[in-house]
């Protein structure tokens, strides 16, 4: 089988890389394992995010990545089950500024958010800690991310 990877943008022109996201997103899928799921991305500014995570976290601010699980099953036509593993939305203005932040190129930092909106749609979480610069992560989510990240290093976006 393999995965289905709906790419979009919302408040932002089409970047000249958006076709490269699928498949960077295949790979991932093959290194986790994870197969026959439909997962939906969207890039948007930070203002489309802010609304976002406004509506669904009570939180007014704009962040860089969301992830809306959903979990569902569906057969298609040919009948396969599918899971609707749900949404990413990621900021590109914030996925700029976390780049600055982090001292790292943007696609490294693209790579690192849409891994990150991937694993939160596959049940994992990494409570209240974040990636930080410098420091090391301690939760299995953090450390499994910069796992895949490392393996990927040579994999390109943009």
């Known amino acids: 089988m393999a995965n289905r990877f709906l790419i979009d943008v919302d408040g932002i022109d089409q970047p000249e890389w958006l076709g490269n996201v699928e498949p960077f997103m295949q790979k ?13 991305v969207l890039f948007c500014d930070d203002a489309i ?3 976002l995570n ?6 007014d601010s704009a962040t860089d990545v969301l992830s809306f699980e ?4 569906f057969k298609d036509e040919g009948g396969v089950d ?4 749900g949404d990413i939305a990621i900021s590109v203005d914030t996925l700029k500024k976390n780049a600055e932040y982090f001292e790292c190129d943007v696609d490294s930092e693209l790579k690192r958010l849409l891994l990150h909106g991937f694993l939160h749609l596959n049940g994992y979480d990494h409570g209240e800690e974040h990636i ?7 939760c299995e989510m953090l450390k ?11 994999e390109k976006i943009i």
């Not at 959903?70 to 099953?73: C, D, K, V």
């Open 28 to 40: 991932l899928a093959k290194e986790l394992s994870f197969d026959g799921q439909e997962v939906s």
């Open 49 to 51: 995010i802010q609304e």
């Open 54 to 59: 406004k509506n669904y976290r009570n939180i």
């Open 70 to 73: 959903n979990g569902e099953t």
């Open 82 to 85: 599918w899971l609707l593993a």
């Open 132 to 138: 930080e610069k410098g420091k090391k992560p301690e």
């Open 144 to 154: 499994l991310q910069e796992e895949i990240l490392l393996k990927l290093k040579g």
